[in-house]
């Protein structure tokens, strides 16, 4: 059964942007095991990450393109996805 985030466990840590400039940001983190998947697709990685609430179960996504480049191909691969 999922916990409620401990506030008290979040930590400022590095960010990189795009631009090569470094922060610092807030992270999530937690002693608890994290039960990620991670799927190798052909222009990128996609990161699942599970989450409950109760009994409601759903799931955040991360699209990971290989190169900046590739996030035009990803984009034309599932353009329905990304308009909704």
Same mark, same amino acid.
């Given at each position: 059964?999922?916990?409620?985030? $401990?506030?008290?466990?979040?930590? !400022?840590? !590095?960010?990189?942007? =795009? #631009?090569?400039?470094? +922060?610092?940001?807030? *992270?999530?983190? /937690?002693?608890?095991?994290?039960?990620? /998947?991670? @799927? @190798?697709?052909?222009? !990128?990685? +996609? =990161?699942? +990450?599970? &989450?409950?609430?109760? /009994?409601?179960?759903?799931?955040? &996504?991360?699209? =990971?393109? $290989?190169?900046? !480049? $590739? =996030?035009? #191909?990803?984009?034309?691969?599932?353009?329905?996805? *990304? #308009?909704?």
């Amino acid at each position: 059964m999922a916990k409620k985030f $401990d506030a008290s466990r979040t930590e !400022h840590k !590095h960010f990189h942007l =795009l #631009n090569g400039q470094t +922060i610092q940001v807030p *992270f999530m983190t /937690s002693q608890e095991p994290a039960t990620p /998947s991670l @799927r @190798r697709l052909r222009w !990128h990685k +996609i =990161l699942k +990450i599970p &989450y409950q609430n109760g /009994s409601r179960q759903f799931a955040m &996504y991360f699209f =990971l393109p $290989d190169t900046f !480049h $590739d =996030l035009k #191909n990803l984009k034309k691969s599932s353009p329905g996805f *990304f #308009n909704q």
